[in-house]
């Protein structure tokens, strides 16, 4: 199974993009990218997802390096309640795509 | 409406206790799970349901007996836990487990203290 790793911690003004790492180097060619992010006290929330393509919706892009080792999670203006810890994870397609393989995550703190 | 419930909010028991948790979705979604989660860690998988019926059990210790009643509702029963089973409990679902991948949607969980 593939592992991601992530950034412990990291800041951002208000405003401004933050741009979250993901390394996954080996990915499988079936394993999808989600992130996912958990505030403080709440429930895992599904953020994006993607396999090869770069991916946008109305919360944030993804972006997946050509060769899939890696991918970054873009919030292209971040608030304060986007404070939060971010998990990039790696789930598999088929029998077992039940499985998500959870990165340790990175506290996202966004500062006025 | 993509929200998932889960009650209690809290939970305080004893290691003699027996108590449940509970979960209910309303989006006909036919996946349902249990995770475990520990202060400063990503959840941990401990069962999955499709169709009603469990599908996934990762090798959960059997005073942690999970339920699902019908399509809406999961619960976890909890018998003779230790303190170390203190955890945010995660309810999930999904449209289902098949081949077509599904995002997962997850409760507030339930915070648990076992003294």
């Known amino acids: 199974d593939a592992k991601t790793t992530q950034p412990t911690s990291m800041d951002c003004a208000e405003g401004r993009a933050a741009n979250l790492p993901c390394n996954h180097s080996?990915?499988?060619?079936?394993?999808?990218v989600y992130w996912y992010r958990q505030i403080h006290s709440q429930g895992p929330q599904y953020i994006i997802h993607?396999?090869?393509?770069?991916e946008t919706n109305e919360m944030a892009s993804l972006i997946i390096t050509e060769d899939r080792k890696s991918s970054t999670l873009i919030l292209p203006h971040a608030t304060l309640r986007d404070t939060a810890v971010y998990y990039c994870?790696?789930?598999?397609?088929?029998?077992?795509?039940?499985?998500?393989?959870w990165g340790a995550g990175t506290k996202l703190i966004i500062k006025p | 409406d993509t929200e998932v419930t889960q009650t209690p909010k809290h939970l305080v028991m004893g290691m003699t206790n027996k108590k449940s948790l509970k979960c209910e979705q309303h989006?006909?979604?036919?996946?349902m799970y249990w995770y475990k989660q520990k202060a400063k860690k990503p959840p941990e998988l401990m069962f999955v349901?499709?169709?009603?019926?469990?599908?996934i059990n990762e090798s959960v210790p059997s005073r942690f007996s999970p339920e699902c009643p019908n399509s809406s509702l999961l619960n976890l029963h909890l018998h003779a836990l230790q303190p170390e089973d203190s955890a945010l409990y995660l309810c999930?679902?999904?449209?289902?487990?098949?081949?077509?991948?599904?995002?997962?949607?997850f409760g507030p969980g339930t915070r648990l203290l076992v003294l």
């Open positions: 994870i790696v789930r598999a397609s088929g029998d077992s795509n039940y499985q998500l393989i």
């Open positions: 080996t990915i499988s060619g079936n394993e999808y």
């Open positions: 999930a679902s999904s449209h289902n487990t098949g081949v077509r991948l599904e995002t997962q949607y």
């Open positions: 993607g396999l090869k393509n770069n």
């Open positions: 989006m006909g979604h036919r996946a």
């Open positions: 349901y499709s169709y009603e019926k469990l599908s």
